[in-house]
Structure formats: structure tokens, C-alpha cells
């Protein structure tokens, strides 16, 4: 079966995106294809997530198993068919693609059909698709060398060791070389 996804952003309100993709392909397919077609970094932690009507996350499709002996109920990209868990119109998920800053694109099955295809297609879209990283640009912010300079503070510096030991007055530390036992 072919499904059809609407993909939109938060970040830009003129983004969306459709892709079509076979119901047995694995999530790790989508992930692939969205990384590849939105520019986002595929070495990138991801998850999808199965939601409510709401967009409230309900069931985790990780890319990695980082707790393998843990749960054993883990969802993985690489194991999980969409087929499995998308079974209707009008189901949602959410695509987190940058999981430090909860980016996310969200995702509606439009529809479904017969059919089969080898590759994921994207089949519309328009605007532009989020950067895939928030960074602060340095072409506005002004960099000197004191900025990131290792020079001795001088009398200013409160843990100035001459001021916390005395002149002479070093603490001694532990030899790693002598035998502590």
C-alpha cells in the first residue's frame, strides 16, 4: 500500500511537504529520506512519535536502542514498518529531528491507496524546510583575542595560587608513581 504524508513546520509556516511511501517500509527508510530531502544531518540523534489528535506523543520509534537490556519494548527505526503502526487516514506523528532543541516536523497521513513503491518520493512542496540546526550566526557577533585569552588575570584573579597558599606554601599532591597500597 502507498501512503501519502502531509509534512509541516512550526518554525515556518510556509513549509509543506508531502512524500509518498510504502506501508512496508521501515521507519529507518523515512528517516533517510527526510534527512536526505530536508538537509538535516543524518548523523543526528531522531525519534518519531505516534500521537493523538491532539500531537501528543504516545509511542517512541527511536533510531537507536539505548537501553537494550532495559526495555524490552523499544521501538527501532531499523525494525518497525510503517505499515505496522500506521494503519488509517488521518493518523499522526511527529518527526523530532533535533532532540536537544525539540525541533519537529509534523506529520499527517493524508491517504492511502494500492500499490506499491521502492523508494520514498517527495510529491509536493513548498517554502522552506527548517535549518537543521538553530545556530546564531558569527557574521553579526564581533570576536577580539581577550575574548578567549589564557593569560594570566594577575592580582585580579581570586584563585590565584600565591593568594590561596601563600608564596611557598604549595599544597603537596599524591604521586601517581608511588605505591598507595
Same mark, same amino acid.
Given at each position: 500500500?502507498?501512503?501519502?504524508?502531509?509534512?509541516?513546520?512550526? !518554525?515556518?509556516?510556509?513549509?509543506?511537504? *508531502?512524500?509518498?511511501?510504502?506501508?512496508?517500509?521501515?521507519?529507518?527508510?523515512?528517516?533517510?529520506?527526510?534527512?536526505? *530531502?530536508?538537509?538535516?544531518?543524518?548523523?543526528?540523534?531522531?525519534s518519531f512519535?505516534?500521537?493523538?489528535?491532539?500531537?501528543?506523543?504516545?509511542?517512541?520509534?527511536?533510531?537507536?536502542?539505548?537501553?537494550?537490556? /532495559?526495555?524490552?519494548?523499544?521501538?527501532?527505526?531499523? !525494525?518497525?514498518?510503517?505499515?505496522?503502526?500506521?494503519? /488509517?487516514?488521518?493518523?499522526?506523528?511527529?518527526?523530532?529531528?533535533?532532540?536537544?532543541?525539540?525541533?519537529i516536523l509534523?506529520?499527517?497521513?493524508?491517504?492511502?491507496?494500492?500499490?506499491?513503491?521502492?523508494?520514498?518520493?517527495?510529491?509536493?512542496? !513548498?517554502? !522552506?524546510? +527548517?535549518? +537543521?540546526?538553530?545556530?546564531?550566526?558569527?557574521?553579526?557577533? *564581533?570576536?577580539?583575542?581577550?575574548?578567549?585569552?589564557?593569560?594570566?588575570?594577575?592580582?585580579?584573579? +581570586?584563585?590565584?595560587?600565591?593568594?590561596?597558599?601563600?608564596?611557598?606554601?604549595? +599544597?603537596?599532591?599524591?604521586?601517581?608513581?608511588?605505591?598507595?597500597?
Open positions: 500500500m502507498i501512503y501519502t504524508f502531509r509534512i509541516i513546520s512550526a !518554525e515556518n509556516k510556509d513549509f509543506i511537504c *508531502e512524500v509518498d511511501i510504502d506501508s512496508q517500509s521501515l521507519f529507518i527508510d523515512f528517516h533517510n529520506f527526510l534527512n536526505l *530531502e530536508m538537509a538535516f544531518d543524518p548523523g543526528e540523534m531522531a512519535f505516534l500521537t493523538d489528535r491532539g500531537w501528543q506523543k504516545q509511542t517512541e520509534i527511536t533510531l537507536l536502542n539505548m537501553m537494550e537490556d /532495559e526495555y524490552e519494548n523499544i521501538l527501532v527505526m531499523s !525494525e518497525t514498518r510503517i505499515g505496522d503502526l500506521i494503519t /488509517e487516514k488521518k493518523q499522526r506523528l511527529l518527526y523530532v529531528f533535533d532532540l536537544f532543541a525539540e525541533r509534523f506529520m499527517e497521513l493524508i491517504d492511502m491507496r494500492e500499490g506499491e513503491i521502492k523508494q520514498p518520493d517527495c510529491v509536493r512542496r !513548498e517554502g !522552506e524546510a +527548517p535549518p +537543521p540546526f538553530l545556530r546564531e550566526t558569527l557574521e553579526d557577533t *564581533e570576536i577580539t583575542e581577550s575574548d578567549y585569552s589564557f593569560d594570566d588575570p594577575g592580582d585580579d584573579d +581570586p584563585y590565584d595560587d600565591d593568594d590561596i597558599y601563600g608564596d611557598d606554601d604549595q +599544597p603537596d599532591f599524591i604521586d601517581f608513581d608511588e605505591d598507595l597500597y
